[in-house]
T-cell receptor, first 113, second 113 residues
Framework: DTAVSQTPKYLVTQMGNDKSIKCEQN?????MYWYKQDSKKFLKIMFS???????INETVPNRFSPKSPDKAHLNLHINSLELGDSAVYFC????????????FGEGSWLTVV | AQSVTQLGSHVSVSEGALVLLRCNYS??????LFWYVQYPNQGLQLLLK??????LVKGINGFEAEFKKSETSFHLTKPSAHMSDAAEYFC???????????FGKGTKLSVKP
């Protein structure tokens, strides 16, 4: 059983389209995250939700909108996709005690053409 | 603000040789430090973490790291490299107030036969 699962794993889409990436965790954690990994492998936090409440919202274009229907799910919706949005998006979860391990999903490879 | 710096974007070793991947941190408070590994086209997997207990931390796959406060370092080592160790390695520090991770830029480890 996958602890943090995200779909789709690969997504190729045209500029201007709207797409969503779904994420689910079965670890019982109270906090979920979206990280972006760029072409140089650099990882950066985008959003974090704790018990469905947004607690981290980094400088991300407002075309990106996270939605957390419950503690186990955190979806990422992207409007009007641009070439620069091409990246790997990782969902992750943890129990938000400082120093607790963050568990990552397998990643979603988004290519905008 | 907390940060990590990984020295060397690419490290190449021969199979059976010592692996040393360097990480230095900056933190105004005692840090929690992590090493993650990313195999090609996969998510991030925790290798080990330091959370203020023993300064020498043992992880999976024969890796270990030593926390040295005087040097603000948390270098990752493995006595004998295996071909299967070829991957991208990330050092990270936990943000105390929020629980998310700030990552270094990663070090790609290549292992030559």
């Amino acid at each position: 059983d996958t602890a943090v699962s995200q779909t789709p794993k690969y997504l190729v889409t045209q500029m201007g389209n709207d797409k969503s990436i779904k994420c689910e965790q079965n670890l019982g954690h109270d906090t979920m995250y979206w990280y972006k990994q760029d072409s140089k492998k650099f990882l950066k936090i985008m959003f974090s939700y704790n018990n469905k409440e947004l607690i981290i919202n980094e400088t991300v274009p407002n075309r990106f909108s996270p939605k957390s229907p419950d503690k186990a799910h955190l979806n990422l919706h992207i409007n009007s996709l641009e070439l620069g949005d091409s990246a790997v998006y990782f969902c992750a979860s943890s129990q938000v005690t400082v120093g607790n391990t963050i568990y990552f999903g397998e990643g979603s490879w988004l290519t905008v053409v | 603000a907390q940060s990590v710096t990984q020295l060397g974007s690419h490290v190449s070793v021969s199979e059976g040789a010592l692996v040393l991947l360097r990480c230095n941190y900056s933190s105004s408070v005692p840090p929690y430090l992590f090493w993650y590994v990313q195999y090609p086209n996969q998510g991030l997997q925790l290798l080990l973490k330091y959370t203020s207990a023993a300064t020498l931390v043992k992880g999976i796959n024969g890796f270990e790291a030593e926390f040295k406060k005087s040097e603000t370092s948390f270098h990752l080592t493995k006595p004998s490299a295996h071909m299967s160790d070829a991957a991208e390695y990330f050092c990270a520090v936990s943000v105390k107030s929020q629980g998310n991770l700030i990552f270094g830029k990663g070090t790609k480890l290549s292992v030559k036969p």
